[in-house]
């Protein structure tokens, strides 16, 4: 799309290099911080401030302040007990402070010479010995006071505070910052805010960069300030103008019509004697085990009013864990496959995949309809088979993990894709699954799935050029999961309640975290806890008298072993399943009753969501322990602790992913959707929600009164970034 060019100046920080001159080494540092254009330099914003413009008196200065004090040196000398440091008195006329530097130079020796007046800047701290500061930043004083706060900037090893500052400032000078707001737009933001007077774009930017001392930094801090408002409503205006642009650009696409022909046109009322002959889709639903819920038949109805348009649908399917969303993507797949066209169904582990391999074949076959499976793990001739039968066209759907993108794929006729767990992809995976329909420039149908609800705010931002449907009921017949917070310590108590499960002919699943990322340390955890459980449970029984099996289950197993050991878990031969994150998502087996997380702190909320979701899929009632420790530290963080009495007292998946929202930001959310470059970087969807609903209803009307000027501001604030958010 053509951008007016008058915003994207030249590359040119540190511009004293020539284009013949290799990069300067302060160049090479604001790349890496993706400081390429003005307008880049100019948006990078403060961290935080530090108020240098004023003196403290030590003696008003309480413990834990950050001050700055005007002080003249009484002593200093180098200590080397209990280690070496600088230690240095220094007296501002109202008391005394202690100095200390672990690591210093000569030259700063002599700064800090006996005699010298210094300012120095930190934190004060008590202590018996009288006020002292740690490392504080010093220079000799004289010279006047700044008189604007000073701002500290994000930066990278190599580039400090006072160049970076330099660069920066150079490009907010550079910068091009006419307004890009239609002129009603500001009318209708500061109604919505309630912030006059208007701060352009330029104001506000020079504000951030120097604000002068008499603001509140608490506003700063927060983003609540008019400035902060304007670069907010700015960025989140970008956003949704983009995501319009790739909304409209994907109308324009074409893709297979699927459409269902009615059931009524097959079945003549008033010719019952004729041979009926339903639609695939009618004929599963007649099929199926059980009935569909209500919530499953509306969100079946837009995929199929999605499928029989020419436009390709990018839906995405939201449910919480356990309300039935692989049916939907198997009705999905009958509309597809009757229409003559291929669908593929992709899933994020080799576990998962296979479980809904197994299960649409089971609801599938029976129909008529020939599934292929495609995996990393196949045998050489296994593979050339499955691939042949979906070059062919043999294979009217095709499940399978990454194996599905692959190069060597190639589909006859794929119209419909879906993507199961949708946020464990990337972009680049779910444009390779886009690209596998060749025919007529034609696009296929895209369906993604997800366990995590997205909150409003987020559907409203990163997704809103997506359509969401949501399952928003469970299956009836489900007991709600009971969940237990239960001490590390009591954990003999845990194993009871296993054997007790056991008796009963149930199933038990007991989960062991990641530790510190490290895969070996995370499998030796697991390793010992299967052992530790299996000696425990060496003599338990099951009601049809076997002993009792203890499996394992890690993300280090050959694949075949894997395969074996789910499988026996699932056709319950094993009682007790350990196993790292790998049964994370949507592992279904009814008969599991009990989930035992073990470091359930150091699980993220929607984690626990997801794995609490492993139990519960039955008509048993079923529970779910936390069990906790506090390792070394005397009791669990305040962040752990919210986190597990949020899941003790919430089941509803939608309330859950809203407080890790809050708890996390939507890093958990947006997954691999989107580089980080492309996320936001100065609003907060928790909070900035009015500024959302202002952006979301100006961007159509910018783009389509003011096409220059919605681009120029998409150009300012995304550069190349744009294309990121159409996947
Ligand atoms: P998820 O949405 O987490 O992927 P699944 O599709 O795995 O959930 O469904 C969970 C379980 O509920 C499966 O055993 C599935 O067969 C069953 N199920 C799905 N829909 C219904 C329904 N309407 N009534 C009863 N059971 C259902
Ligand atoms: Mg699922």
Redesign the pocket.
Known sequence: MPHSTATIAPARPGSKASASNPKTATQKALEKLGLKRDIDLALHLPLRYEDETRITKLRDAREGDTVQIEARVTDCEVSFRPRRQLIVTVDDGSDTCTLRFFSFYPSQQKTLAVGQRILARGEVKGGFVGRTMLHPAFRSAGGDLPTALTPIYPTVAGLSQHVLRKEVLAGLARAELSDTFAPGDLDALNKHTGHQPLWTLRQALSFLHHPTPDVSLETLQDHSHPAWQRLKAEELLAQQISQLQSRRERAMLRAPVLAMVAPEVFNPPNEPEQPVLLPLYSELIATLP????AA?HRVCAEIASDLARQVPMHRLLQ?????????VAALAATICIDAGWQCALMAPTEILAEQHFR?LIGWLEPLGITTAWLTGNQKAKERREALAMVENGEAQLVVGTHAVIQEKVHFKNLALAVI?EQHRFGVAQRLALRNKLTHDGMEPHMLM?T?TPIPRTLAMSYYADLDVST?DEL???RTPIITKLVNEARRDEVVERIRAQIAQGRQVYWVCPLIEDSEMLDLSNATQTHSDLSLALQHERRPNGELAQVGLLHSRMPADEKKTVMAAFKEGHMAVLVSTTVIEV?V?V?NASLMVIEHAERFGLSQLHQLR?RVG?GAAASACVLLYSSGDAPRLSESARARLRAMSEINDGFEIARRDLDIRGPGEFLGARQSGEAMLRFADLNHDAALLEWARREAPMLLDQHPALAAKHVARWLGGKSEFLKA
Do not use: C, N
Not at 290 to 293: E, H, I, R, S, V
Not at 319 to 327: L, N, Q
């Open positions: 059980f009935t569909l819920t499953q449910g919480d864990v356990g309300s039935g969303k692989t049916v299960k199961d799935m366990a399952i299956p009836p017949g949507g279904d009814p979701g899929r």
